[in-house]
């Protein structure tokens, strides 16, 4: 890792969780994204956080819906980042700092589960309506997410 990107990693961490928030240490670049670079930070404190950056454009907007998306299935009782906290609108670059898992071996079982408990929270939450309260992404395409009565209805 260069000293630009733990210098990166942690102004994001800063912007995220404020000026006295534990300095970064180290961090080590985590494959798996295509549209930020992800990171596994570790902190002054001995603690260890997951951090993603981007510098695109709607870089603010994606941060913020990841944010909001991840404390809905969190509400849902899916096991997702506790904690995510998006940098402030105009914070360069931008970014997101969350709960590092290990999520272990990622097999059938494990997509059949999240499958299962991504359809209970649908029936849940989104009743005879389909949509969500803020507008997202999905990677790099902004998803606008408006309520309506057909679950088709995310062609606007």
Excluded: Y
Excluded at 5 to 16: E, Y
Excluded at 53 to 81: I, M, N, S, Y
Excluded at 85 to 110: F, S
């Amino acid at each position: 890792m260069s000293a630009a990107h733990a210098g990166a990693v942690d102004r994001v961490v800063r912007a995220c969780l404020g000026a006295d928030a534990p300095r970064v240490v180290r961090a080590l670049p985590v494959s798996g994204g295509s549209i930020s670079r992800a990171w596994r930070a570790h902190l002054d404190d001995g603690s260890i956080c997951f951090v993603k950056t981007h510098d695109g454009t709607d870089a603010d907007a994606l941060f913020a819906g990841e944010a909001a998306g991840l404390d809905a299935l969190a509400a849902a009782d899916l096991r997702v980042p506790r904690g995510a906290v998006a940098a402030p609108a105009g914070a360069r670059p931008a970014g997101i700092v969350m709960e590092a898992i290990d999520t272990g071996p990622l097999t059938d079982a494990v997509f059949a589960r999240l499958g299962a408990a991504l359809a209970a929270m649908h029936r849940r939450t989104a009743g005879a309506r389909f949509g969500f309260d803020r507008d997202n992404h999905i990677g790099a395409t902004p998803q606008p997410n408006g309520w309506c009565d057909v679950g088709w209805c995310f062609h606007r």
